[in-house]
């Protein structure tokens, strides 16, 4: 079983950025497509952004295609989301995931998938 631990999170302006990270060990991810989730309080964890095994397609949430980018270095055992011009409503603790399904350009978990401890994100008007 893969292990993750997500870094990066903390408190932001409206309009700032983060870049959070995503380290695996235990496994090497090179063959699992990696994504982002988020849950804000009192609400569902929802799908933020996938990127397949080989780096080479990613899908983004409406509400944050434009603004936030996946990406991934094999090498490193690690997956990254920049987050620029972020909003008030992007506040939420953030997931990182592994070996996900990527189905109609959205990442979908399965009983397979990993998932890491989370990294608040708060962004402040």
């Known amino acids: 079983q893969v292990q993750l631990v997500e870094s990066g999170g903390g408190l932001v302006q409206t309009g700032g950025s983060l870049r959070l990270s995503c380290a695996a060990s235990?496994?090497?991810?090179?063959?699992?497509?990696m994504g982002w989730f988020r849950q804000a309080p009192g609400k569902e964890r929802e799908f933020v952004a996938v990127?397949?095994?080989?780096?080479?397609?990613?899908y983004y949430a409406d509400s944050v295609k434009g603004r936030f980018t996946i990406s991934r270095d094999n090498a490193k055992n690690t997956v990254y989301l920049q987050m620029n011009s972020l909003r008030p409503e992007d506040t939420a603790v953030y997931y990182c995931?592994?070996?996900?399904?990527?189905?109609?350009?959205?990442?979908?978990?399965?009983?397979?998938?990993?998932w890491g401890q989370g990294t608040q994100v708060t962004v402040s008007s």
């Open positions: 995931a592994a070996d996900l399904e990527i189905r109609r350009a959205t990442g979908v978990p399965t009983r397979r998938t990993a």
């Open positions: 990127i397949s095994w080989g780096g080479g397609s990613t």
């Open positions: 235990g496994r090497t991810i090179s063959r699992y497509a």
